[in-house]
């Protein structure tokens, strides 16, 4: 069964645990469970996998607002000028426009859902990340990967700093 929205068919869908398409990004893992493509662009839903220490500099989604649920571990978030950690059952909201960045605090990793409304930021990390193989270590960025990264940003409504 699916609704239409603007003549184009909003798709259930059920993605079994471990599927989607899994990218490596900058020493993270991002699985997208749910893309713009099968909600008519209203919403995109990725898993993540954060490794101690990581996280993304301070940044700005112009189109989209985020939502996070951290499933474990301890996130030390930053939204705006406020700065908290989430845990286990923590639910993150922040609108776009609102600078934002989150780092992982704790000694294991972090497991996150994340959803962008409207979608398509999903596509950055398709395009800016590479692959997941499966029982080969997550490759750690150098400042080439993460410069390409930025270069490609912009064209998903990304505004953050040019080096990490």
Known sequence: MSERVNDSPVQQTLV?????ETIWFDGNVY??????EAT???LSVLE?????GNGP?????????????VLSGQLEFQVDD????GKAGDY?????GTPHCFKNVGVHVAHTIFAYTPSGFEKFF???GEPAVPNQPIPQWGPEQFERAVAIAPRFGWEGPKTK
């Open 126 to 128: 398709l395009e800016s």
């Open 92 to 96: 993150v909201f922040v609108p776009h």
């Open 16 to 20: 079994p645990a471990g599927e989607g």
């Open 82 to 85: 406020e700065k908290f950690i």
């Open 57 to 69: 500099p301070l940044h700005v989604h112009t189109e989209s607002d985020e939502a996070f649920y």
């Open 48 to 52: 993540s996998s954060i490794p101690p």
């Open 31 to 36: 699985t997208v469970k749910v893309s713009g």
């Open 40 to 42: 008519n662009g209203r």
